[in-house]
């Protein structure tokens, strides 16, 4: 694969395919349901596709990701005067490509390999459209991410409450392309107040989605025994937010 298809449908496995239909019932408007804040669909990308599509992101994006890291700041223990008053704000560490501006080296390198089209193709939003089960905005965001071994990020919410059209909600759908020599990795995500839940997000060629926003957090990338030199879990995000939220905001001003 020297590029990604021009559709995203053209990336699917049959599975995916159904669910672009509207045919999994399961699935068909999940994160329109309150209590569905997540959703990960395995198997969700051709297996073929998927690998070629790793294989594509670590040969081409590679050489443009830039570090994220924003570690646990000391104070938070040196600076604590009461007990279990501890506080944490994001931490993280990951590496990314911001696919926000035109003209950028990270933008000219995804677009060569078809990675902006597709993911402004009508059945990329098409697929997030059945999930979220109500229309998006017009406008979306698209970013990369890259975890390494012990790659992570702490607890966090995603929620953008000084940004008007973000503040009431959104969703972030990742597609995953873990390489083979990702052994494991995990979002844990609250429910009911409680990080209870996990989901496995080391996906050779998978789907997850996220109605945000709610507390979660991804464990540390763990590498297979000797396999760390392909140890790298490629993630395409998409983020959209909810059509008709400019004029639910006027109103709720008014
Ligand atoms: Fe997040």
Redesign the pocket.
């Known amino acids: 694969m020297k590029r990604f298809p021009a559709e995203f449908a053209d990336l699917l496995s049959a599975k995916g395919r159904r669910i672009l239909a509207g045919r999994d019932a399961g699935l068909r408007g999940a994160l329109a349901d309150p209590a569905h804040s997540f959703v990960a669909i395995a198997n969700g990308i051709d297996p073929d596709a998927a690998k070629a599509a790793w294989r594509l992101l670590d040969s081409s994006l590679s050489p443009y990701l830039t570090a994220l890291a924003q570690p646990i700041p000391p104070e938070s223990i040196t600076g604590q005067t009461r007990n279990y008053q501890e506080r944490l704000r994001k931490t993280v560490r990951t590496r990314t490509a911001y696919l926000e501006r035109r003209g950028t080296k990270a933008w000219r390198a995804a677009e060569r390999i078809g990675l902006v089209a597709m993911t402004g193709s009508a059945s990329f939003r098409r697929f997030v459209e059945i999930l979220a089960g109500r229309p998006l905005a017009a406008d979306y965001g698209r970013q990369v991410l890259c975890y390494g071994p012990g790659d992570y990020?702490g607890p966090?919410t995603?929620h953008h409450p000084e940004d008007a059209r973000a503040a009431g909600g959104y969703i972030d759908v990742h597609v995953t392309f873990a390489g083979p020599g990702v052994a494991r990795q995990y979002l844990v995500y609250a429910r009911d107040g409680h990080f209870s839940e996990d989901a496995d997000v080391a996906l050779a060629g998978g789907i997850t989605a996220y109605r945000l926003p709610f507390w979660?957090y991804t464990t540390p990338l763990v590498a297979k025994p000797g396999r760390a030199d392909v140890a790298r879990r490629w993630v395409v995000l998409g983020t959209f937010l909810y059509a008709g939220r400019e004029t639910t905001k006027e109103r709720g001003r008014g």
């Open positions: 990020a966090h995603d979660h």
